[in-house]
Structure formats: C-alpha cells, structure tokens
C-alpha cells in the first residue's frame, strides 16, 4: 500500500511540475517589448504609460478577491480560470491590435500568474505535509526552467533561423496550451479519486460499518456534491460562508489565528520584504544593465542573460533537494536566508565593471540575487504550508504577496514622484531586503527564547471542524512520519520522498 501511495504522490508533483513547465515556457516573452513596438505598432511612451502599469494595478485589484476565491469555491477551479486567463492573453497578443487590447492582456496576465500560489496548494491539497518540501522545490525549479527553454528556444530561433516575431507568440501559446492539457488531466484524476473514495465509503456505510471519509478529498466532488445538496459530515463549508456568519471580533481573530504559528510568521516576514525585492528586480534589472554597462553600444543579449538568471533560479531549488528539510523550519533560517540575499543585493550597487568593463561580474550578482531568492521561496511556501492552520493555504500566500506588493507600489509611487531613476530602484530592492534583516532579527530572538513550537487557540479557528484541527496538528507533530491518508497519498514512516 505504501508503493502505491507513493507511486500516487509523485504522480501529483509530476502533474503539477508540468503545468509549471509549460505555462512558463515562452519564446516570445524577450522579445514582447519588441513586437508590441514593431508589430502592434505601440509606442515605448504608450507601454510605460499605458500599458505596463495595469499590471501592478491588476494584480493589487484581484489578489484579495483570488484569495478568498480559492477558499470558497476550492481550488482546482481558481487554477482552471487563471489558465485560461493564459490562454486569453496569447489570443489578444496574437490576434487583436490597439493600446486598449495591449493593455487588457496584462489584466489577464496578472489573474494568471497570481495563479501560480493556487497551483502549487492545489498540489498541497493532494499531498502530505511530508511532500510539500519536494513539491515545492520542483515546483519552482520546473517553473523556472520553462522560462530557461523558452528564453534559449526564442533567442536561437530569431539569431539563426530568421524566425518572424509573430511566430513566437503562435509557438508560445502551444505551450500555455500543453499546461491547460496536463493540468485537466490532474483535475480530472483528482475528481475521479474522490469519486472512488467516496462511493467506497457510502458502500461501506450501507453495510453498517462507520467509515471517516478524510478531510481533505476532492474538491471537486465536495463542490459537486454541494450543488446536488447532499450534506457531507466532517467536510468544513465555504471559507467566505463561514466569515459572513461571525463577528468581526471573530472573523479578525479567524484571520489572525492563520499566523499564529511561528514559522508562519517568520518566513511570511521573509515574504513581504524579498517578494518586494523581486518585484522591483524585475522590473528593472534589464534596464540597469542597459544604462550602467551601454548596452546601446556593446549590443547586449538580454536573451541570454534571462536565460542565466533563470537557469541560477533552477540551480537554487535543486541543490536544496534531499537538505531542506533539515533546516527550513529551525527559526533562524528565514534571517539567514534574508542575509544571503542582501550580500548580493549591496554587492551590485558597486557597479563591478563598468560602462567599459565586462558585464560578466554584474551579471553573475544578478544570478546571485534570484538563486538566493527562488531557493528561499521554495523554504517559505513549504514551512508556512506544513503550519497553517486548516490547509488555507492560498489565503497566506496570497495575502502576504498582497501586502508585500501594496508596500512596493508605494514605494515606487513616491520614489517615481520624486523622479527617481534606475540606479535608485536598485538600491530600493536593497533596502527591501535590508528591511528584511532588521525585522528578523528581534523575531528570530523572541521566538529563539519561547517555546519551539508556537500553539494555536482553538478559539482562532472556529470555521474549522475537529477533523480539520487534527489533520493540522498531525502535520504539525509527524512531519517525517505522516500516516494519513489523502487522495491516496498518504504516507507511511517509510515512503517519506527520499529528496526530501
């Protein structure tokens, strides 16, 4: 039984780390700034003005409402949506013209990438606590290197092949397309699992045997079965539902209750700050190569330097895989990751090189910079996820994303009202990550001196059921040992992941 558990698990991350693969792998993404000028006919004061910034906008703006979302409806839905968001902004790319059209596909894209926090606990819901690490790892590693064969792909068609930009756009969309196949197939598996599960239970049932269906089935059958008002016994309902019945005394203490846990509150401490600092790399990393190494004059290939600094963002997830879980829930190992980013982060601001020097120091910094950060992404998302409270696990994710955003948009918004430039942003995203040490450092020494483990009230969780406060606890205290069972799933002490 446990080779067939196990068997199941990784056929669950293999779905999910395709999924990953394929949404993120596209040919045209270097070159977008380019065909939106040359064939769309956009000009660079209409994409700063007008087009890049509904991106920012549109994430704030759907963030909170995804979040809740996914812990109302469940969240194989959410994900279906967000790919088809995808699939949307490589119609409108391809087929429509205009600042009007250009400007909705960054809408669509942020509902689709602030799907990737629901894709990765879509795959959570399916797996043990003992699984999250390595899901989370090759989750991100599978994410990162989509975008590696892609960048390399489109850079080796355009230089070699003379391949029209156009074409790019038609081959990335057959990728987006690959991900929506292989994430139906997981959903369908997932639904048909539960359905198994659930007629073997009522046929034990009808034959007088008490039979305790686990918390976490399907959610698809959970919905399905909630439109045909059939009751489910020990199944928690919506989480918005839930909220609309209490209090706000009670529904504060609810939301507060979910970081009560401190390894919850530590790496979601890591999260505001380094996702900020991501955020503003993003941004500007292209153009401050650009501007501080005369790009216009040496002809860099911004191609192959994406591809380097996804390829280091592979390499961070991976190396981590049969170590992480040895250090990722110790409490000082959010302040050291946080430390571990900041080096590089001030290591840039000396420019190494030069306008007349080699790129190659400044590039291998920026490399520096995302491994750090993918790698320490990874630790944060499995951490939280083995200690929240109920599985919400989309609800943390994305309101620690929420906030870390709203900080760098203001930010951003008066250091852009001050006229700030390139070089200034860069030291913006050190400061993020700077912020990050001086806030961790008092937390990690008031956690190190109480107790390890921090509890959790049982009155912060009153939306849960008592199955759904056991499953967390038992993640909680069996870690290494899992013994339930879910989706098939569960694990015995000996069928742990050996990357893990």
């Known amino acids: ?71 109302q409806v469940g969240y194989g839905g959410v994900v279906l949506v967000s790919l088809l968001c995808r699939e949307a902004t490589r119609v409108i790319l391809i087929y429509s013209q205009g600042v009007t059209w250009m400007a909705i596909t960054q809408g669509t894209y942020a509902i689709a990438t602030v799907g990737n926090s629901v894709l990765l606990s879509y795959a959570y819901k399916q797996l043990p606590a003992s699984w999250y690490m390595v899901a989370s790892l090759l989750f991100y590693a599978s994410y990162y290197l989509g975008n590696v064969i892609g960048s390399a ?5 355009v230089e070699h092949a ?53 918390e976490d089935e399907s959610e698809m059958a959970i919905m399905k079965e909630k439109q045909n008002g059939v009751a489910s016994k020990g199944k928690h309902k919506g989480f918005v539902t839930e909220l609309l019945k209490m209090t706000w005394k009670e529904r504060v203490a609810q939301l507060t209750g979910l970081y009560a ?22 941004n500007y990393f292209q153009t401050f190569i650009y501007n501080e190494y005369d790009g216009e004059n040496k002809k860099i290939q911004f191609g192959w330097i994406e591809c380097g600094i996804e390829v280091a963002s592979v390499f961070g997830n991976v190396v981590q895989l049969g170590k992480a879980s040895s250090y990722a829930s110790l409490p000082f190992t959010p302040l050291i990751m946080s430390l571990l980013l900041l080096v590089p982060a001030i ?19 920026l490399c520096a910079i995302k491994c750090v950060y993918s790698g320490s992404m990874s630790l944060a998302t499995a951490s939280i996820g083995k200690a929240i409270v109920g599985g919400r696990f989309v609800l943390v994710f994305l309101l620690n994303s929420f906030v870390s955003l709203a900080l760098v948009s203001i930010v951003s918004a008066v250091a852009s009202s001050l006229h700030a430039n390139t070089s200034t942003f ?38 849960y059921s008592e199955e759904e406060l056991n499953s967390t606890h038992q993640r909680e ?10 989706n098939l799933c569960a694990m015995d002490g000996d069928t742990t992941p050996l990357l893990i």
């Open 426 to 463: 860069i030291t913006i995203m050190a400061g993020f990550t700077g912020g990050a040490v001086l806030v961790l450092i008092p937390c990690t020494l008031w956690f190190g001196t109480t107790e390890k483990k921090s509890p959790v009230p049982h009155q912060y969780v009153v939306a």
């Open 153 to 157: 792909t489109g850079q080796l068609l």
């Open 347 to 365: 290591l840039i601001q000396f420019r190494f090189g030069g306008a007349d020097g080699t790129i190659a120091p400044a590039v291998t910094i």
């Open 162 to 214: 003379s391949f029209p930009l156009h074409r790019l756009f038609y081959l990335s969309w057959g990728f987006t397309s690959t991900g929506l196949i292989f994430f139906l197939f997981s959903l369908s598996r997932w639904y048909g699992i539960g359905r198994k599960r659930k007629l073997l239970s009522r046929e034990d049932e009808s034959e007088g045997n008490i039979v305790l269906e686990d």
């Open 1 to 71: 039984m446990g080779g067939e558990r196990t068997h199941a698990c990784w056929v669950t991350v293999v779905l999910v780390c395709s999924v990953a693969f394929f949404i993120n792998c596209q040919p045209s993404e270097p070159f977008l700034s380019k065909y939106l000028q040359e064939d769309k006919n956009i000009t660079e004061t209409q994409l700063d003005e007008l087009v890049w910034p509904i991106d920012t906008y549109a994430t704030l703006g759907v963030i909170l409402p995804i979040a809740f979302l996914s812990e």
């Open 261 to 282: 846990p401190r390894q919850v509150v530590l790496w979601s401490l890591w999260w505001v700050f380094s996702y900020g600092a991501n955020i503003i790399f993003g």
């Open 477 to 486: 205290s069996h870690v290494d040992n899992d013994d339930y069972d879910d």
